[in-house]
């Protein structure tokens, strides 16, 4: 059984910074891309930043220069510092990862259980 577990959200004054992490844990055979999403309320799921395994990044505009999406590939961990948060990052956070357990045959979306990060103004 695959989870991904994430951590480090919590509450912080706009201009502060946050880190996020997220590890893959279980039988994980092999990690593609992973990635950070947020939903903030009454709005839909946009993805914040991704990387993949060679570590090509993608960001949201809307954080571009302010968030740094990193991996550690060999323990199966991705990673968001977030700085210069402004009360419109508020949302709750999820991790994901494109990857394959160990002993099927294709790649599946797993999503971490989400954490909430709130930027007071």
């Known amino acids: 059984q695959v989870q991904l577990v994430e951590s480090g959200g919590g509450l912080v004054q706009a201009g502060g910074s946050l880190r996020l992490s997220c590890v893959a844990s279980?039988?994980?055979?092999?990690?593609?891309?992973m990635g950070w999403y947020r939903q903030a309320p009454g709005k839909q799921r946009e993805l914040v930043a991704s990387?993949?395994?060679?570590?090509?990044?993608d960001y949201a505009d809307s954080v571009k220069g302010r968030f740094t999406i990193s991996r550690d590939t060999a323990k199966n961990t991705v990673d968001l510092q977030m700085n210069s948060l402004k009360p419109e990052d508020t949302a709750v956070y999820y991790c994901?990862?494109?990857?394959?357990?160990?002993?099927?045959?294709?790649?599946?979306?797993?999503w971490g259980q989400g954490t909430q990060v709130t930027v007071s103004s």
């Open positions: 990387i993949t395994t060679g570590g090509s990044t």
């Open positions: 994901n990862a494109r990857l394959k357990p160990a002993g099927w045959g294709r790649y599946y979306d797993y």
């Open positions: 279980g039988s994980v055979f092999r990690i593609d891309a």
